[in-house]
């Protein structure tokens, strides 16, 4: 199967136009959204259009913002716990100025844990936002938005045993941010490490992420229907399969990867 060139794949991956999801790789697949348990959605939905410039996703059915490269759906349902705690430890933004987003977070009195020279070798910070949300940033001062979807952060043992299941499975390019192994498609950098380990205690094991803070990542695939058909001839066990959902006219399947994270397939939330 034929790849993209690198330098057009690096394109479509940084330079999202707009609130608008990039343009899919040769499977019909790009970055779609990441959906949210939260206690507040009004509370979140105004933190991420305050904060990072997010626009009001508006259709019944879908609560939610847009921000350039992935849109975040939000359900109102207490978390069983935080992120941090899960496989999908946390997600990333790439900023137009890191002191600009940390100065206005601490002044709305959330808090800022680190900050510290990214592995890339950029200014980076963690936020903590409502429901153990963690939020990683990365400066990038060339950038012309506030902020962009930038990363998913994964953290398990065998983390390049992840990192190579998502490039099998959904043709992900192979590269490295920094010392940390990655693999991208469009719209999104998927980063893969081994749990920190956190002074004598041993690491903990990471749960999977449905119920969490971070409930699943959504990926926009063309033709969803033959994508599907596809992974269950891989032995992918469907926890809900392929159905359209008229209402909003977005056809979904849902399934769990190996390692825990929850993973919706969706197509048609494009138009949004």
């Not at 045993?161 to 941010?177: G, L, M, P």
């Not at 690491?203 to 992974?231: M, Y």
């Not at 977005?250 to 919706?264: H, L, M, N, Q, S």
Request: proline content about 8%; hydrophobic content about 40%.
């Amino acid at each position: 199967m034929k790849r993209l060139p690198l330098v057009l794949l690096a394109m479509v991956i940084i330079a999202p136009v707009g609130a608008q999801l990039v343009p899919p790789n040769e499977l019909g697949l790009a970055m779609g959204h990441v959906h949210l348990n939260v206690s507040d959605v009004e509370l979140h939905r105004q933190i991420w259009i305050n904060h990072f410039d997010a626009v009001p996703l508006e259709h019944e059915g879908l609560t939610g913002v847009k921000i350039p490269g992935m849109i975040l759906l939000f359900r109102q349902q207490e978390p069983t716990g935080p992120s941090q705690e899960t496989v999908l430890d946390h997600f990333g933004l790439k900023v137009r100025s890191r002191a600009e987003i940390v100065d206005r977070w601490r002044a709305a009195g959330m808090e800022v844990p680190f900050e510290f020279t990214g592995a890339a070798g950029f200014p980076n910070a963690y936020l903590q936002a409502p429901d153990g949300l963690r939020i990683e940033l990365q400066q990038d001062i060339e950038q012309p938005e506030l902020a962009i979807a930038h990363h998913l952060h994964y953290m398990k043992p065998d983390h390049l045993t992840v990192r190579q299941w998502y490039i099998d499975t959904f043709s992900a390019v192979a590269s490295t941010r920094g010392r940390i192994q990655t693999a991208d498609i469009p719209g999104m950098n998927l980063s893969f490490n081994p749990p920190r380990q956190r002074g004598p205690d041993p690491v903990p094991t990471r749960v999977g992420t449905r119920g969490r803070t971070i409930d699943h990542i959504g990926f926009e695939v063309s033709n969803l229907e033959a994508f599907c058909k596809q992974l269950e001839a891989k032995g992918i066990v469907f926890d809900r399969p392929y159905r359209e959902n008229p209402d909003i006219g977005v056809a979904t399947a849902f399934f769990t990867d190996p390692f825990g994270v929850y993973v919706e397939l969706t197509e048609g939330l494009r138009q949004y």
